[in-house]
């Protein structure tokens, strides 16, 4: 099951998500397809939750969510290889004491030869402007630092998905850039959820969020219009 042009594709059917004794998420039905999706909306309105259910982070409690085919509660270790996930905060992610070692770890549990692994490790390195850190201490690094080493350690695994939560929130303007001009030049298909608006303004599709529900899902130009009025 292909996208329009043949890519991947990401279907939600009649999602609906309890957390606790609150449905958080409710009537989703959505396919997502295109290359650069951004989710935004008010604090609490489900965006990290909807962000989560699209790896398997989280489970739908009625419907499902299936990525090319594959559900995220039946195939959740193929598509955790196809969709991979960013925190907001970097040290959620990475394991290992030094940069080489959280980059390679992936890797490992792939059961690629010693060798091949090194390569990898150096090529993702030079890719994301980080040569020269392979030994470095990942808590001697600044924030900046630590959340392009962690978006590394993820694209080295070559997801087709790549979803980012609030990657930037923690992050001044200048590293806001880099993270930004790395995610801008992936291949790969993203979904970023962010309250910086401006992050999304160049995007393909925007969803806007609003008490669970999407309640604006179109151009950025419209969509952020949509939220800004909802806002008053
Ligand atoms: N484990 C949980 N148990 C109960 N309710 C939860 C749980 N986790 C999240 N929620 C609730 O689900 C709702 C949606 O939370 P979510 O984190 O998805 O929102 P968000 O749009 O990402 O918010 P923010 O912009 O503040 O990060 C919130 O009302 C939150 O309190």
Known sequence: ????????MIVFAGVRLDRGDRT???????TLAERRIGVI????????????LLNGLLLPSRGSVTIDGLDT????KAVRRKVGFLFQNPDNQIVYPTVGEDLAFGLK?????????????RATLRRFGLDGFHDRLVHELSGGERQMVALAGVMILKPEWLVL??????LDRRNTQ?????????DQHVVLVTHDLSLVESFDRVLVFDAGAVVADGPPAMAIDAYLRLLG
């Open 165 to 170: 939560d609030e990657p930037t929130t923690l």
């Open 24 to 30: 958080v998420l409710s009537g989703l039905d959505l």
């Open 41 to 52: 909306g008010a604090n609490g309105s489900g965006k990290s939750s909807f962000a989560r």
């Open 73 to 76: 509660r039946r195939d959740a």
């Open 1 to 8: 099951m292909a996208g329009p042009d043949g890519g991947p």
């Open 178 to 186: 880099r993270i930004m001009e790395a995610v801008g030049g992936l």
């Open 109 to 121: 549990g792939r059961k690629l030869p010693e060798a091949e692994i090194a390569g990898k490790v």
